[in-house]
T-cell receptor, first 114, second 119 residues
Framework: RKEVEQDPGPFNVPEGATVAFNCTYSNSASQSFFWYRQDCRKEPKLLMSVYSSGNEDGRFTAQLNRASQYISLLIRDSKLSDSATYLCVVNGERTTDSWGKFQFGAGTQVVVTP | DARVTQTPRHKVTEMGQEVTMRCQPILGHNTVFWYRQTMMQGLELLAYFRNRAPLDDSGMPKDRFSAEMPDATLATLKIQPSEPRDSAVYFC?????????????????FGPGTRLTVL
């Protein structure tokens, strides 16, 4: 079983609609959580960090559920430019001298259609 | 606008040849990561450094891969000898390497990648 799992999609979303998807992680000691966006043949770019209380950035809302060990991303009022692959990133338990292991999910593809 | 830079952007080589990829992290960042991305495996962490010291290279095939940071502005990843299965996009990322209760400064910033094809 992979440490970070995502539904690969694709999620086909009409422009203006809302889409949400989850990412599950297996290491209960994980401390940091992120969503990255990756466009085709480009590098991953930070979309948002995921705080324990949940956070919102414009049309994007991220939530963390430690009890069930998943994070979610919700995109409201989808734009054509939101079409991308969304990578879930979890940073595992950190020792005093180490960052811990960053684990990337395989990504969820979102396709926003006109 | 500070960015991670990587060279070369594209590399085509023949099996058995040495390949060297270079990365310039964002100035002031103390942690550098090397990743490999393929369609089949997704994004895999190969190695990472903090303050130029290797912290973890367990994701890297030791017999043919090596990673170094000769100085704070340069990280290198070498493959010798290269094999067709090494064909992938290799990303370098850098970060600040600390986190507080208020901030997530362990955010990573990725370079544009080196697209390697080994024939």
């Amino acid at each position: 079983r992979k440490e970070v799992e995502q539904d690969p999609g694709p999620f086909n979303v009409p422009e203006g609609a809302t889409v949400a998807f989850n990412c599950t992680y297996s290491n209960s000691a994980s401390q940091s959580f992120f969503w990255y966006r990756q466009d085709c043949r480009k590098e991953p770019k930070l979309l948002m960090s995921v705080y324990s209380s949940g956070n919102e950035d414009g049309r994007f809302t991220a939530q963390l559920n430690r009890a069930s060990q998943y994070i979610s991303l919700l995109i409201r009022d989808s734009k054509l430019s939101d079409s991308a692959t969304y990578l879930c990133v979890v940073n595992g338990e950190r020792t005093t001298d180490s960052w811990g292991k960053f684990q990337f999910g395989a990504g969820t593809q979102v396709v926003v259609t006109p | 606008d500070a960015r991670v830079t990587q060279t070369p952007r594209h590399k085509v080589t023949e099996m058995g040849q040495e390949v060297t990829m270079r990365c310039q992290p964002i100035l002031g960042h103390n942690t550098v990561f090397w990743y490999r991305q393929t369609m089949m495996q997704g994004l895999e962490l190969l190695a990472y450094f903090r303050n130029r010291a290797p912290l973890d290279d367990s994701g890297m095939p030791k017999d043919r891969f090596s990673a170094e940071m000769p100085d704070a502005t340069l990280a290198t990843l070498k493959i010798q000898p290269s094999e067709p299965r090494d064909s992938a996009v290799y990303f370098c990322a850098s970060g600040l390497g600390r986190r507080t209760a208020q901030t997530h400064t362990d955010t990573q910033y990725f370079g544009p990648g080196t697209r390697l094809t080994v024939l």
